[in-house]
T-cell receptor, first 114, second 116 residues
Framework: AQSVTQLDSQVPVFEEAPVELRCNYS??????LFWYVQYPNQGLQLLLK??????LVKGINGFEAEFNKSQTSFHLRKPSVHISDTAEYFC????????????FGGGTRVLVKP | DAGITQSPRHKVTETGTPVTLRCHQT?????MYWYRQDPGHGLRLIHY???????DKGEVSDGYSVSRSKTEDFLLTLESATSSQTSVYFC???????????????FGPGTRLTVL
C-alpha cells in the first residue's frame, strides 16, 4: 500500500513569485509519481509524471518536479506564477504493476495574488 | 481531450434513495475508475474495472456498487444514499500499456452529489 502527504494545504503567493509545493510518499514497492491540477469547478488535468529516467521532470505550463528517492519526495516548482495558476494541486502515486490505481494526497490550494 | 462524460453533473437526493451515476467513454480504454473527492482527503478510489464485468473494490467501497456491461460505460450505484456520501464523484479511464511505459489516467468533469 502507498500513502501520499502534501505538507501544505494552502499556499498563498504573489504573481511572478516562485512557488514550491511539497509532496512526500511512502511505499514498499517501486512507484510512478504524478502531479495533477484542478481548476475551479473542473476535473483533474495531468501536469507531469515521473516513470523512470531523469529525476527532473518538466510538465505543462512551466511546472517541473524533482524525484528524490532517498527522501521519498516529489516536490513541484514553478519559477514565476501567474494569476491563472490559481488552482488546487494533487500529488499522486501508483505502483508499477497492472491496474494503474492511484493514491492521492490531500491537495494543496494555491492562491496567486496580484 | 479524452472523451469522458459523466451524468448527471449535479444531483440532489434524499437519504435512503438509490442513486446511479454514469460514466461514458469513447476511447475504448480498458481501465475505468470511480473516485470521490472530499476536502482534505484528495481523491479516494471507490471501485475500478479492468474489463467488461471485471471490477474490484477500492479503499472506500462500503455503500457503493458498480457495474460494467459494456466497455464504454461504468455505473456507480449508491443503493441507499446517506449524508456521508455527499461528495464530488469523478470517473477516470486509462489505457493498458506495457508496465513501465505509461500509466496516465484521464478524468471526467465530475458529478456533484448532495444527499439531504
Amino acid at each position: 500500500a502507498q500513502s501520499v502527504t502534501q505538507l501544505d494545504s494552502q499556499v498563498p503567493v504573489f504573481e511572478e513569485a516562485p512557488v514550491e509545493l511539497r509532496c512526500n510518499y511512502s511505499s514498499s514497492v517501486s512507484v510512478y509519481l504524478f502531479w495533477y491540477v484542478q481548476y475551479p469547478n473542473q476535473g483533474l488535468q495531468l501536469l507531469l509524471k515521473y516513470l523512470s529516467g531523469s529525476t527532473l521532470v518538466k510538465g505543462i505550463n512551466g511546472f517541473e518536479a524533482e524525484f528524490n528517492k532517498s527522501q521519498t519526495s516529489f516536490h513541484l516548482r514553478k519559477p514565476s506564477v501567474h494569476i491563472s495558476d490559481t488552482a488546487e494541486y494533487f500529488c499522486a502515486v501508483s505502483d508499477t504493476g497492472a491496474g494503474n490505481k492511484l493514491t492521492f494526497g490531500g491537495g494543496t490550494r494555491v492562491l496567486v495574488k496580484p | 481531450d479524452a472523451g469522458i462524460t459523466q451524468s448527471p453533473r449535479h444531483k440532489v437526493t434524499e437519504t435512503g434513495t438509490p442513486v446511479t451515476l454514469r460514466c461514458h467513454q469513447t476511447e475504448n480504454h480498458r481501465y475505468m475508475y470511480w473516485y470521490r473527492q472530499d476536502p482534505g482527503h484528495g481523491l479516494r478510489l471507490i471501485h475500478y474495472s479492468y474489463g467488461v464485468k471485471d471490477t474490484d473494490k477500492g479503499e472506500v467501497s462500503d455503500g457503493y456498487s458498480v457495474s460494467r456491461s459494456k466497455t464504454e460505460d461504468f455505473l456507480l450505484t449508491l443503493e441507499s444514499a446517506t449524508s456521508s456520501q455527499t461528495s464530488v464523484y469523478f470517473c477516470a479511464i486509462s489505457y493498458q500499456r506495457l508496465a513501465g511505459v505509461d500509466n496516465e489516467q484521464f478524468f471526467g468533469p465530475g458529478t456533484r452529489l448532495t444527499v439531504l
